[in-house]
């Protein structure tokens, strides 16, 4: 029988609205937005290490609740990077229970962005670790040799990120570390000197409580060895250095924060990967004279476009040095400056970036 009257076939069929099909998108039915969910519930952390596009955040530091959370990146951060350090909003199971996996929706404000390039050619940047406010700076006094050239790097890049910089140089029973330390007299530079049956833990432990200090240094100087007696629970590969090469190899492979436990406090210890190489592509010079402070006000005077390099015609730092405005500590001061100045000049395009 039809849907209408069979007796009548002379009449016209009557339709409402329950006999309309509307066949389904095969895309959905949910018309496309570009609005995204607020994420209101969502709680906030701080990413403590990443591994293989896993993230363990730390939520609720310092309180009752605190624990750990194994979390992904949200698709709709899209391209943008997640590193240690960030602070991130964690939503979906925030229970930390084993085989739970959240969701980073959102990344906060960075304060600091400690970063290098692959060399001194590539300006993309390779973000080491986000929000610290100290580095330490490692190095060995011997075996391997230290390297004043990526000490510099290392303090250009600090200073590009306004990081406080610091240095400890270890296995100073292999050699007096004396010459090496003269080439930073003019710095601002808090420096720590370490034996292998001498380590100063007391004195460094107390420059990094309330802090979130990165640890950086050539492989093979004793980084992850110092991190190991900081943080006794930290577990990090140590290695040795090649007696052919006198390279050290490679032994964290990744960046980890590591909470530090003082009887005055606690702090943050961000271990990275030893590297032999640090570009420099991504850095302003700009940021190198403004750490220097009282130089910068001298550098007020110089011309435009001024290099502040010893050869620079007019600058009025190098007329300063000859007119004897600057005493001792001024002039180890501008010569440390000079020469940082001048490795990045020396990187391939850095005169060009350091034109102002």
Not at 168 to 192: N, R, Y
């Amino acid at each position: 029988m039809s849907w209408w009257d069979a007796d009548d076939e002379d009449d016209e069929p009557e339709f409402d609205e329950s006999d309309v099909r509307v066949r389904p998108s095969r895309r959905g039915s949910r018309p496309r937005t570009k609005q995204r969910p607020e994420h209101a519930d969502a709680v906030q952390g701080r990413v403590l290490g990443v591994d293989r596009g896993r993230y363990t955040v730390l939520l609720e530091e310092g309180g009752p609740d605190e624990r750990e959370v194994t979390a992904a990146r949200a698709r709709e951060l899209k391209r943008k990077s997640v590193v240690t350090g960030d602070l991130v909003d964690v939503v979906g199971d925030t229970t930390g229970d084993e085989g739970t996996l959240a969701r980073i929706v959102r990344i906060g404000e960075r304060t600091s962005l400690l970063r290098r390039s692959a060399d001194d050619t590539d300006a993309v940047e390779r973000i080491i670790v986000a929000n610290a406010d100290q580095m330490l700076v490692v190095v060995a006094a011997a075996n391997p040799e230290p390297r004043t050239r990526l000490v510099d790097r290392y303090l250009v890049a600090a200073y590009d990120a306004g990081i406080t910089p610091l240095l400890c140089i270890t296995k100073t029973d292999l050699a007096d570390p004396e010459p090496f330390l003269q080439s930073f007299a003019g710095l601002e530079l808090p420096v720590f000197r370490s034996a292998a049956e001498d380590m100063p833990l007391d004195e460094i432990r107390a420059a990094l409580v309330g802090h979130r200090t990165v640890f950086v240094g050539h492989s093979g100087v004793g980084k992850s060895t110092l991190v190991n007696a900081l943080v006794p629970s930290a577990e990090r590969a140590t290695g040795r250095v090649n007696d052919v090469t006198g390279r050290g190899r490679h032994t964290s492979s990744s960046t980890v924060s590591l909470r530090l436990e003082a009887s005055d406090g606690d702090g943050w210890v961000i271990d990275t990967p030893g590297v032999r190489s640090f570009g420099l592509g991504h850095v302003d010079p700009a940021n190198i004279l403004r750490s220097f402070t009282d130089l910068a006000e001298i550098a007020e005077r110089c011309p435009r476009g001024c290099t502040h390099l010893p050869d620079a015609p007019d600058c009025a730092l190098n007329e300063a040095a000859a007119d004897g405005e600057l005493d001792e500590t001024g002039l180890a001061r501008l010569d440390s400056l000079q020469r940082l100045l001048e490795t990045f000049s020396t990187a391939p395009g850095g005169a060009d970036r350091g034109a102002h």
